[in-house]
């Protein structure tokens, strides 16, 4: 079909819009959006209130290796039913990527976490879960999401219009790109995609094209690259070695599929009191085992049950591991490559991001005032956000008024290959930082903590063939992170948790209870064909 008439149609809609933008016709034309799309929030199974919620009998064990949302998920889950859960993590705090530890600063320490995260919205399920535990009620909004561009403008998105495709329509007005660059048939062919997102067909036409090459393709004015350039950085890679298909997934679930804006949530305090605290003590309530400290090299096939794992019997077992962790586990366990080996063969070809860095310091001066807490930047070699701590911990902020200065996390989603050694690291931090806020200018450091990683799973071209679903093709063996295939069109945190309540749902269909709902975002794009209504 043409795609000739959705630009015809949003034309009309741009003039509409801008007419009544505040008024009747901007309601009208949001509810029609939101017909179209189906609603905003989808359950995305059918819990069946005729089976029983709870386990009545301690027969079923389930093991969970790993100890990140995806593990959370699932352990939560179980356990929160009356089903034997043992949880193990390798690293001595729960949490993966929302972990949290003590370093030292100065003649004491403080917490520091993995990295800031956002809690958007349309996160469902994890927020779902996190309002049960009250961890919600200690959570503020971002005053703006702020990109600043190459020369140091702000170009703000905190209020821009929420709405599916009336949101793409602001973004014009506010002058993010100019509605003769995005018309001609070149840049519209391209973009046509944004809007007729499908988890099946877009993979089958654009997974194997790379970001870089969609945006050239395309010919994005510049403003327009600068936010979708930032916006791709935070799947960890640079564009070249990024898919456009998990790139139109993430644009359709932050921006295309709901009415949440891209404001977000975050915790005010350090993650180890606001989030992981609770999240023990809720585990710990529901009966489950957390193992610390407790890696797992491999699944043994079991005699009474299906797996041993780390001396016990298990009749489930629930791989939520990153993507080294999983390799490591499956690598170890031989009789999987003796009965499975096509299995083990695309784990083994998936791969992680080059490498990222979190560099957070303790300075003895602050940014401008007129700044949100986290902030993003345009990149130049390695800075991509900056975010202000001393806003959000009481441990920070003590510091900062006791010290006259700021505590800062410097974030670089994909570190370039050819930077070599974390000195030079370092340089180019401070270099950026001081490019984006002058106002810091020849800083004084007093504390820092580095950390450079390359955990995070790599969104490359051709990757998402590798990726495994939750449920495996070995009986009671189940997968869970953010890099696995889920069927729903959603990333990061939320995916990550998830696949674990996928996993869980698995284990409880097993033993014929309650499955536990799943929800999502509207699953197809707006231009996509609605599905057909039943008689």
């Known amino acids: 079909m043409s795609t000739w008439w959705p630009i015809l149609i949003v034309g009309v809609v741009v003039l509409v819009w801008l007419v009544g933008r505040r008024g009747r016709l901007r309601k009208a034309l949001a509810r029609l959006v939101e017909r179209k799309l189906e609603g905003y929030r989808h359950e995305a199974n059918r819990v069946d209130p005729a089976l029983p919620r709870i386990a009545t009998s301690q027969v079923a064990r389930v093991a969970v290796l790993g100890g990140g949302l995806a593990g ?21 705090y729960l949490g993966g990527k929302i972990g949290a530890w003590r370093v030292a600063v100065g003649d004491g320490e403080q917490t520091i976490e993995h990295g800031f995260h956002a809690f958007f919205r349309q996160y469902y399920n994890l927020n779902r879960f996190l309002d049960r535990l009250g961890v919600l009620d200690g959570f503020r909004e971002i005053e703006d999401y702020l990109i600043l561009d190459f020369d140091r403008r702000p170009l703000s998105f905190g209020d821009v219009e929420k709405v599916p495709a009336l949101n793409i329509l602001d973004l014009g007005r506010r002058g993010f790109y100019r509605w003769r660059d995005v018309t001609a048939k070149r840049t519209r062919n391209r973009l046509d995609a944004f809007l007729r997102f499908d988890m099946t067909r877009t993979y089958e036409t654009l997974d194997d094209t790379t970001f870089e090459r969609f945006c050239d393709d395309a010919a994005l004015p510049a403003e327009l690259r600068v936010s979708f350039r930032t916006f791709a950085r935070a799947f960890f890679s640079n564009e070249a070695d990024l898919s456009t298909a998990d790139v139109l997934r993430a644009f359709h679930f932050y921006y295309l599929s709901h009415d949440h804006g891209l404001m977000y949530d975050y915790p005010v305090g350090d993650y180890e009191t606001t989030l992981l605290a609770p999240i023990r003590a809720h585990l710990h309530q529901n009966g489950v085992e957390v193992r610390l ?66 560099w957070r310091i303790w300075v003895d001066r602050d940014v401008r005032p007129d700044l949100p807490t986290f902030i993003n930047v345009d990149r130049q070699r390695v800075l991509d956000s900056v975010t202000l701590y001393h806003r959000i911990t009481d441990e920070a902020r003590q510091w900062a008024e006791a010290h006259d200065g700021a505590v800062l996390e410097l974030h670089s989603y994909a570190l370039p290959s050819d930077i070599v050694g974390e000195g ?72 990550a948790f998830t696949s674990g309540l996928l996993c869980a749902n698995e284990v409880l269909d097993g033993l014929a209870l309650q499955q536990e709902p799943i929800f999502t975002v509207a699953p197809k794009g707006l231009l996509q064909p609605r599905r057909a209504r039943s008689r």
């Open 424 to 495: 030079e690291v370092r340089r180019l931090f401070l270099k950026e930082l001081e490019y984006y806020f002058p106002e810091l200018g020849d800083l004084t450091i007093s504390a820092e903590a580095l950390q450079i990683r390359n955990d995070f799973p790599a969104f490359a071209p051709g990757q998402h063939a590798h990726r495994p679903e939750p449920k495996l093709p070995i009986e009671g063996l189940l997968m869970a992170g953010d890099w696995v295939r889920l069927p729903y069109p959603m990333t990061h945190m939320e995916a």
């Open 72 to 92: 959370i998920g699932a352990a939560a889950t179980l356990g929160e039913r009356g089903i034997d859960v043992t949880l193990f993590e390798r690293n001595a």
């Open 293 to 358: 400290s407790s890696p797992v090299e491999s699944i043994e096939r079991g005699e009474r049950k299906r797996f041993r794992v780390a001396g016990g019997d298990y009749d489930w077992v629930v791989i939520g591991a990153d993507i080294a962790g999983a390799q490591a586990i499956v690598e170890g366990s031989a009789w999987l490559k003796e009965l499975h080996p096509n299995f083990v063969a695309s784990i083994q070809a998936l791969r992680t991001s080059h490498g990222y860095a979190v």
